[in-house]
């Protein structure tokens, strides 16, 4: 066995190396089966994550109809600056190397660059994600200066129509601006993250241009039925035969797109995708909620997969290291129905997030499963109320209305009502002045 | 990828941040995101002793690696070298 195994976030070869994407992100590599393979130590979890999601705000510009935490308006319980610090200081102890920020909208924060900052400067590493709102020149002249923060811009479609379809009008634009500042400050190899659907899925060479035009990386990851996804999975998630497009597509770009480990459930069409290849919840990976709550993953906002809060006696490490969630996830992985199937190794019954809020068992087929089995457990599960739904939800209470092109002014009946008599004067001391019963 | 050479003395890269676990130790390098798995204690322990030691063979010395152990570990070295977590020390 060899002594170590290093990953490069950019360089990964799929089909050599067996490296991966973003070190922290996916962890590494699928390793060939053999005593020692890191995969199988994961699977007891480690003394602190590698790969750490912190949505810091559920305030949103945007209502992105798929959006994994149902953002839209602010928590008021969210954490304050100085909680916020107190996690940093807490994740510099237990040497979290990085963390992916997102949020909501975690450029809206009105610290949230001094949040980053203080971050930098307690060698916690960031990457955050954006709809770009911000990326101002300015900003984007003050990211490239800093070797501890990098930016990822979310973008759903290669065209104006698909992108703005699911996360609203104007945001393709909003984007496209954002990358263009970074371009410009020279900030290289910024991330583009692409949500795959079933309207994009044929637009992935034009999503590779949109990145080697700005010198970005792109970044594929798998579209879940968690947070307001639930409500649109089954009109947006890729049909089977764009499921074996996607895969031949990861195949032949491996060496150059990341994919956040996303989907390994696509490995039983042939050769193992760069990745981990295990459910890292709770073992390698884990969220912090703009509450200070912690979840197992990101796409698990649901009490059963809640460990604990940051708030609580100890912390996050308390929370991390003990909590009981956490114990009972840090044990190999059964494949129940799934056992059986020669591929079950290399998927691992897929994610626990889409088979959970899709109804289906968790340690069953997942509901993409490339040998349709999850169609069919689609099909024969219960009662579509006994559903979980995703728990928390923040959207805005009212549809957002185009701010451009499209939207007219309100309109507005004034009426003019005419006093009787005189205003009271406000040195009037009676007080029952201008009282008329 | 040349062998390190035994008699030469190495650092680990300023931006490089070790965290022992049980199974080994994580290496980040803040420079280059990149991340390394070292999947035995020793090792940890011989990139541990890099900084302070006179020669890569004094390391592995300090870290209690066996002479029929030493090519693994410079190789494993050679690896760290290639990616840049260890750099070698300016005369």
């Not at chain 1, 909620?289 to 009490?303: K, L, Q, R």
Request: proline content about 7%; glycine content about 8%; overall charge negative.
């Amino acid at each position: 066995m060899t002594l170590l195994e290093s990953r490069h976030e950019s360089h990964a070869d799929s089909r050599t190396a067996k490296a991966l994407d973003k070190p922290a992100e996916n962890l590494a590599f699928q390793a060939p089966a053999k005593p020692g393979r890191l995969v199988d130590l994961f699977e007891y979890g480690l003394d602190s994550p590698i790969c750490l999601t912190w949505e810091l705000t559920y305030a949103c510009n945007l209502s992105c109809v798929h959006c994994l935490s149902s953002s839209g308006r602010r928590d008021p319980r969210e954490l304050t600056t100085a909680e916020a610090k107190g996690v940093i200081d807490e994740l510099e102890r237990m040497q979290v190397f990085y963390v992916n920020i997102g949020g909501g909208e975690p450029t809206v924060r009105p610290d949230f660059w001094e949040l980053v900052d203080y971050a930098s400067e307690h060698h916690v590493g960031v990457k955050f994600s954006t709809n770009g709102v911000k990326i101002s020149p300015e900003i984007a002249q003050r990211l490239v200066n800093s070797d501890y923060v990098d930016v990822q811009i979310s973008l759903d479609g290669a065209t104006p129509e698909v992108n703005d379809h699911v996360r609203g009008p104007g945001s393709y634009a909003t984007a496209m601006k954002a990358m263009q500042n970074l371009f410009d400050a020279g900030f290289e190899n910024f991330k583009i993250s692409v949500v795959c659907t079933r309207q994009n899925i044929p637009q992935l060479d034009e999503f590779k241009a949109i990145a080697d035009k700005y010198k970005a990386q792109l970044r594929l990851t798998r579209l879940r039925p968690s947070g307001r996804g639930a409500d649109v999975w089954e009109e947006l998630h890729p049909l089977p035969e764009q499921q074996r497009e996607l895969y031949d597509w990861l195949v032949a770009h491996g060496d150059n797109v990341l994919t956040g480990d996303s989907f390994f459930h696509l490995s039983a069409y042939g050769d193992a995708l760069p990745g981990l290849n295990l459910c890292g919840a709770g073992r390698v990976v884990c969220l912090i909620d703009p509450v200070g709550d912690v979840y197992a993953c990101p796409f698990a906002i649901h009490e059963n997969f809640l460990a604990g809060n940051v708030r609580s006696e100890g912390g996050f490490q308390e929370v991390w290291r003990h909590s009981e969630l956490f114990a009972k996830l840090r044990n190999p992985q059964t494949g129940g129905a799934c056992t059986s199937c020669g591929f079950f190794d290399t998927c691992r019954g897929g994610c626990m997030a889409a088979k959970f809020f899709t109804g289906l068992p968790l340690d069953g087929p997942d509901p993409e499963c490339v040998r349709g089995f999850g169609e069919d457990a689609l099909a024969k599960r219960k009662e579509a109320d006994s559903i979980p739904k995703p728990d928390g939800d923040h959207s805005h209470r009212v549809p957002r209305e185009p701010r451009s092109a499209g939207s007219r002014p309100v309109s507005l009946t004034l009426s003019l009502r005419r006093p009787e008599s005189p205003p009271v004067s406000a040195c009037e001391d009676n007080p029952l002045a201008g009282f008329r019963p | 990828m040349a062998a390190l050479d035994l008699d030469s003395a190495w650092n680990l890269h300023p931006q490089v941040s070790v965290r022992p676990e049980p199974f080994g130790a994580l290496l980040y390098h803040f420079g280059t995101r990149k991340l390394s798995f070292l999947k035995d204690r020793t090792l940890l322990e011989l990139v541990q002793n890099l900084n302070d030691a006179s020669s890569v063979r004094d390391a592995c010395t300090a870290a209690g690696v066996a002479d029929a152990d030493l090519a693994r570990y410079q190789n494993a070295l050679g690896t760290l070298a290639a990616s840049n977590m260890v750099v070698e020390r300016p005369l």
